[in-house]
């Protein structure tokens, strides 16, 4: 089955400082998409990047990276710049089939951005 | 504007009523979810559907049903034998497709409270 883990309940960083939100996760299949989804308080989601188990390079979307670590199972989020507005919950989540299976979520990490 | 829509924003219950959460997509996709979320907590999976007239259950289905007569309409109904569904309801959908990369979109949420 399906897991994933954040171990930072909350993180503090200050601004324009970059931060890395840790996610490992587990399966035993060998193709699963990794994907990190933000939510400010208003409670919207709101996706940032995606990272396929094949994928060679890591992914980047503008300040968002991730850093893939296959071996170990970690994906875990890397945020430059940091900015006020990037205060939120941060979600992890996978899936490891195709298709329209749902994802799993980690139970998230919440990020204080400090002027 | 394509999206996904939640109704009500608020709702208040009285134990021992049912009530239904609105969810309706206009993203043309074939799968819909329900995710519950509890506060400082990720999100568990109540149902989800991957097709017209077809539903499975989630980790977390019990006092809850649902059903999808239309591809754009995916409504939640929250029993009376939900021990305790105050909570955070955030419904999704997401394209048919065989690959892992397959986002979900997120409606709003409701916000459900039992008085």
């Known amino acids: 089955a399906q897991k994933i883990t954040q171990t930072q309940p909350g993180m503090f960083v200050q601004e324009k400082e970059a931060v890395t939100l840790d996610c490992t996760y587990d399966t035993s299949d060998p193709s699963y998409g990794l994907f990190w989804y933000k939510q400010p308080s208003s409670g919207e989601m709101i996706f940032l990047i995606y990272q396929g188990s094949y994928d060679q390079q890591n992914a980047t979307e503008g300040r968002y990276s991730l850093n893939f670590q296959k071996a170990r199972k970690s994906a875990n989020l890397v945020i430059s710049a940091s900015q006020l507005g990037d205060s939120a919950m941060y979600f992890c989540?996978?899936?490891?089939?195709?298709?329209?299976?749902?994802?799993?979520f980690g139970k998230g990490t919440r990020l204080s951005v400090i002027a | 504007d394509g999206g996904i829509t939640q109704s009500p924003k608020y709702l208040f219950r009285k134990e021992g009523q049912n009530v239904t959460l609105s969810c309706e997509q206009n993203l043309n996709h074939d799968a819909m979810y329900w995710y519950r979320q509890d506060p400082g907590q990720g999100l568990r999976l109540i149902y989800y559907s991957q097709i017209v007239n077809d539903f499975q259950k989630g980790d977390i289905a019990e006092g809850y049903s649902v059903s999808r007569e239309k591809k754009e309409s995916f409504p939640l109904t929250v029993t009376s034998a939900q021990k305790n569904p105050t909570a955070f309801y955030l419904c999704a959908s997401s394209v048919g497709t065989l690959s892992s990369y397959n986002e979900q979109f997120f409606g709003p949420g409701t916000r459900l409270t039992v008085l």
């Open positions: 989540a996978m899936r490891d089939r195709g298709g329209n299976t749902p994802l799993v």
